[in-house]
C-alpha cells in the first residue's frame, strides 16, 4: 500500500480506513482496535451481535461527543475525520444514516433535503428546479409516494419509510462513503428489498461510493451484495471474508464464528442492559 499523507491522497487512496480505532463510553472502553480499509466503490457489511460494537464505530465516525476515541484514525480519502467538525465530515463526503432516524418536526421532507444539499455541496450546486426533478426521480426509484415530500421529516413515519427518507438523502447527497446503521432493523420482507433496492440504485448512479453496511441479520445481504464482510465481537472484528461469510452466518449463526475466536456463551450486552 502506498504512503499518504493526508494532503494529497492519490486516486487509490482508500474510500475509508481505520486504523486501530479505541473508543470510550462513559469511560469504559468499547471499541478495541478496529481496523477497516474500504476502497472506492466498494460494499463492505459489517455483522455481529447485539452489544458487540457495531453503532459505537457509526457514532464515534460521526464525532458523537460521547464516544471518546481514545486511540486510532480514521480516513476519509486519506484526510483525517477525526480533525474535522462534524458538518466537515459531511462537506468532505462522508455520510452516516443512524439505526433509529429522528423525527424533525415542522420541516418538510422536500425543505430538509433541499437544506441538507445546500449545506453539504452549498447552494449553487443545484438549482431548485434541478432538485425538485432530481427528488421526484429518486422518489420514483424508491417507490415513494410523490406526497412524502411535503410530510415532515420522519414525523409518523412508518419504520420503512424512515429508512426510505435516509435512502432518499443518501440518493440527494451523493456522498463518497456512506455507513449504514443497520437499515433494515424493524423492517418487513418487502420494506427490505425496497430499501436495498435504493441502497443498490445509488450505488449504480454512483460507483465509486464506498459503503459501510451495518447490519445484525445477513437477510439485507441477500439484496446488497457485499465485497466484504466483518464479524465483530466485544469491539473487535474478529473475522473478515467475501460473501462466504454471510453464507456460513445464514446456516450456522454467530456461534460458530465467534467460537473460533474464544467467545461462548451468552449474548453481548446492550446499552440498556437487554
Ligand atoms: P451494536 O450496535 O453492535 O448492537 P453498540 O455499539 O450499540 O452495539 O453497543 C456496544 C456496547 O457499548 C454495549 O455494551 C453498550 O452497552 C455500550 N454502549 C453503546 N452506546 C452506549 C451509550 N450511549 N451509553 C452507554 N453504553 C453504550
Ligand atoms: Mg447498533
Given at each position: 500500500m502506498t504512503q499518504m499523507n493526508g494532503t494529497h491522497a492519490g486516486a487509490a487512496a482508500p474510500a475509508f480506513e481505520v486504523k486501530d480505532l479505541h473508543v470510550a463510553v462513559d469511560g469504559r472502553e468499547i471499541l478495541r482496535g478496529v481496523d477497516l480499509v474500504v476502497c472506492p466503490g466498494e460494499v463492505h457489511a459489517l455483522m455481529g451481535r447485539n452489544g458487540s460494537g457495531k453503532s459505537t464505530l457509526a457514532y464515534a465516525v460521526t464525532g458523537h461527543p460521547r464516544y471518546q476515541v481514545t486511540q486510532g484514525q480514521v480516513l476519509l480519502n486519506g484526510r483525517d475525520v477525526l480533525a474535522m467538525k462534524p458538518d466537515e465530515r459531511a462537506k468532505a463526503g462522508l455520510f452516516l444514516a443512524f439505526q433509529n432516524p429522528i423525527a424533525v418536526p415542522g420541516v418538510g421532507t422536500g425543505n430538509f433535503l433541499r437544506a441538507a444539499v445546500k449545506a453539504v455541496h452549498g447552494g449553487e450546486a443545484i438549482n431548485a428546479l434541478q432538485f425538485r426533478k432530481e427528488l421526484m426521480a429518486h422518489m420514483q426509484h424508491l417507490k415513494m409516494d410523490q406526497a412524502f415530500a411535503t410530510r415532515a421529516l420522519n414525523e409518523g413515519f412508518s419504520g420503512g419509510e424512515k429508512k426510505l427518507a435516509e435512502m432518499l438523502q443518501l440518493a440527494m447527497l451523493k456522498p463518497r462513503m456512506a455507513i449504514l446503521d443497520e437499515p433494515d432493523s424493524g423492517l418487513d420482507i418487502?420494506?427490505?428489498?425496497?430499501?436495498?433496492?435504493?441502497?443498490?440504485?445509488?450505488?449504480?448512479?454512483?460507483?465509486?461510493?464506498?459503503?459501510?453496511?451495518?447490519?445484525?441479520?445477513?437477510?439485507?445481504?441477500?439484496?446488497?451484495?457485499?465485497?466484504?464482510?466483518?464479524?465483530?465481537?466485544?469491539?473487535?472484528?474478529?473475522?473478515?471474508?467475501?460473501?462466504?461469510?454471510?453464507?456460513?452466518?445464514?446456516?450456522?449463526?454467530?456461534?460458530?464464528?465467534?467460537?473460533?475466536?474464544?467467545?461462548?456463551?451468552a449474548e453481548e450486552v446492550t446499552a440498556d442492559g437487554r
Open positions: 418487502d420494506a427490505v428489498r425496497t430499501v436495498s433496492e435504493g441502497i443498490n440504485t445509488v450505488h449504480a448512479q454512483q460507483a465509486d461510493m464506498g459503503v459501510l453496511l451495518i447490519t445484525h441479520y445477513q437477510r439485507i445481504l441477500n439484496y446488497v451484495r457485499p465485497d466484504k464482510v466483518h464479524v465483530m465481537s466485544k469491539g473487535q472484528i474478529v473475522e473478515s471474508g467475501g460473501p462466504e461469510l454471510v453464507l456460513e452466518l445464514e446456516q450456522e449463526g454467530y456461534d460458530p464464528i465467534l467460537a473460533r475466536h474464544g467467545v461462548v456463551g
